[in-house]
């Protein structure tokens, strides 16, 4: 093809869908409430058909019923009436479209030209960027896929769904959890008490670990994926944006080995240890399990991956360490809004993609010392409005011979929330030489 020849064509548009679109919500303003949903003004090319469609969707905003009459006086007191074509244009609109029986087809035409000019913008900040020396291929790259992934988050539509339907799969769903004859309906976490109460971690849930620091949140994270991927061999991704993919690697060797993480750090290790590290590395080795460590990862970024994690390798779970460390776009909002923004995007993650969403977040000072309470999760209170779970680790500290106050081995996690089930605390034991907690021996 010759691109050269595609810098003086009109973009794709159709601007007769757009004024049978615009006439159809003129003769029956009853289908405003499904075009709402699927359209915006920006999706119009005319500038006119543009400034129309504002003008409806504010009548709709104020609960007033669109029609010829209620446009033009909205459009002429907004000062906004000459630059949507002025009154007889609107009042033309309606001799466009005989019936407003096919609206939604008229709207789809709309909507996917706004798509394909969208894709063609995005593509030309795509070439100017490809050719600009200044900027890394990466972050090229990765700019290109934040656009057309937000390209396509913005043209998701909802979607309403009939009971009589939403039973057949519920019923079959029971059916298979029946045939399966297991008690957990989601992925266990290897806990066996926190896994009886909550029957595994769900699709679609957003769950929060959370805890003061050095209290062991990467830990108890790292031990459930230990347990998901190595031992039960379910896909799962980690997104660690504290530590680097290579000190996960090795806490989690230490873990499945059981050899202290000192001994690796030092390689001071036996025959024996050696032994145990080859075993260990080879049940690793064989588990689906995928690491990014990229530090300070924004909102968009995390989003991304994780679809592709999903897509592309068929993760079933998703941890992320932790909320505190990602990065929004508004940089300049104050922080109680990014963590809304961010607690929000995670939710509306684990629905798109149907899987666990597992979240480590701090604890403010207040809950040092005491049983931690979901008003001390950091940063916002959308967090605890937002999750589905929320769970907290509690460690008694005790004074060491250097006098620093260390956290023991006994713990507990409290299950502070749950939409779906009980709450209550699970004994743990946590053992430090291998950063991992275990059930404790009643539990097992």
Excluded at 44 to 55: I, K, P
Excluded at 373 to 383: E, F, H, M, P
Excluded at 412 to 438: C, H, V
Aim: proline share 3%; aromatic share 6%; charged share 25%.
């Amino acid at each position: 093809m010759d691109y050269s020849t595609l810098k003086d064509k009109v973009p794709p548009n159709n601007l007769e869908a757009e004024q049978a679109t615009l006439g159809a919500l003129l003769l029956d303003w009853s289908a405003m409430t499904d075009i709402v949903t699927l359209l915006r003004p920006d999706r119009f090319y005319s500038l006119q058909n543009r400034t129309v469609f504002e003008g409806l969707v504010e009548l709709f905003r104020q609960n007033i019923r669109g029609d010829i009459v209620a446009l033009t006086e909205e459009l002429s007191k907004k000062g906004k009436l000459e630059k949507a074509g002025g009154a007889a244009y609107i009042a033309s609109l309606t001799d466009k479209v005989p019936t407003s029986a096919n609206i939604r087809y008229y709207a789809d035409i709309v909507l996917e030209q706004s798509i394909r000019r969208e894709l063609i913008r995005i593509s030309s900040e795509i070439k100017a960027d490809a050719y600009n020396e200044t900027k890394k291929t990466t972050d090229v790259l990765e700019s290109a896929e934040k656009q057309v992934f937000a390209l396509s988050d913005r043209n998701q539509t909802t979607v309403i769904h009939e009971m009589k339907e939403l039973v057949k799969t519920l019923v079959q769903t029971i059916e298979d959890r029946y045939k399966r004859n297991s008690a957990f309906t989601g992925i266990p976490s290897g806990f066996v008490k926190l896994d009886n109460m909550t029957s595994g971690f769900q699709n679609s849930e957003l769950i929060v670990i959370g805890a003061r620091p050095s209290m062991g949140k990467t830990a108890l994270a790292m031990s459930m994926m230990q347990h998901i991927a190595v031992e039960k061999h379910i896909p799962c991704g980690f997104f660690s944006l504290e530590m680097s993919s290579e000190s996960v690697g090795q806490r989690l060797l230490s873990m499945e080995a059981r050899l202290p993480g000192t001994k690796l750090r030092s390689g001071m290790l036996t025959i024996a240890d050696f032994q145990k590290l080859q075993d260990a590395a080879g049940r690793i080795f064989e588990a689906p399990l995928y690491i990014i460590d990229t530090p300070n990862m924004q909102l968009l970024d995390i989003r991304a991956m994780a679809r592709r994690l999903v897509l592309n390798h068929g993760v079933k779970i998703i941890f992320i360490d932790y909320i505190g460390l990602i990065t929004t776009e508004n940089k300049r909002a104050e922080l109680w809004e990014q963590v809304t923004e961010i607690s929000k995007s995670l939710k509306a993650l684990a629905r798109e993609l149907n899987v666990p969403v597992v979240a480590l977040s701090q604890l403010g000072r207040e809950a040092e010392g005491s049983e931690p309470t979901l008003a001390q999760i950091r940063g916002s209170g959308s967090i605890e409005q937002d999750a589905d779970v929320v769970m907290f680790i509690q460690r008694e500290r005790k004074k060491t011979e250097e006098g620093e106050m260390q956290p023991v081995q006994d713990a507990k996690i409290m299950l502070a929330k749950q939409r779906n089930g009980p709450i209550g605390d699970i004994p743990l034991l946590f053992l430090g030489s291998y950063t991992k907690f275990e059930n404790c021996a009643k539990e097992e």
